[in-house]
């Protein structure tokens, strides 16, 4: 993750359309696709946040909660209460994951990070959010300002996550 853009270099409006076309494919529960994003370019814009291209993914609980009620799908109410896990929120993360792929495929840096929660009223007013879209980060996006690193020493060490047959056996 990279915290510290070269402002001097734009980030190309071809490749942010990229990474947000591509951020479009990510899969779905049941093609819901209960997603935003907000791309914040405009200089007047990225100056409430960081000097980067920002993009703000949004999940839409309501869109899930609407397609899992239609016959197709076998449930006749919007209630969440037969969801094992927020799958609106998930498949935003995997549509934020492949903006941040498409950004280092592009030879940028990017971060996702967290919105404060007591920010989020002041940030929908900023910019027009409706209520059923609730942002789950922001990613940054720009040509990376910092030397590379090798964070490889600080992982966990694989047989202390991933387990085989039964947990707590290595794999």
């Excluded at 879209?133 to 990376?144: E, K, L």
Aim: aromatic share 12%; proline share 9%.
């Amino acid at each position: 993750m990279v915290r510290r853009y070269d402002t001097s270099r734009p980030v190309p409006p071809e490749i942010v359309a990229r990474i947000v076309r591509n951020a479009l494919r990510a899969p779905s529960a049941g093609f819901s696709q209960g997603w935003g994003f907000l791309v914040l370019d405009d200089p007047a814009d990225i100056a409430r946040f960081r000097d980067a291209v920002l993009i703000i993914p949004h999940s839409n609980k309501d869109a899930y909660l609407d397609r899992y009620a239609e016959p197709d799908k076998g449930f006749t109410d919007r209630s969440d209460a037969w969801w094992p896990a927020p799958y609106w929120d998930i498949d935003t993360g995997f549509a934020s994951l492949l903006m941040l792929l498409t950004a280092v495929d592009a030879g940028l840096g990017a971060c996702f990070f967290g919105i404060a929660a007591e920010r989020i009223p002041v940030y929908r007013a900023a910019f027009g959010v409706p209520d059923q879209f609730t942002p789950i980060g922001g990613i940054s996006v720009g040509y990376s300002d910092e030397p590379p690193r090798n964070f490889s020493h600080l992982r966990k060490p694989t047989a202390d996550t991933v387990h085989k047959g039964r947990w707590g056996q290595p794999a």
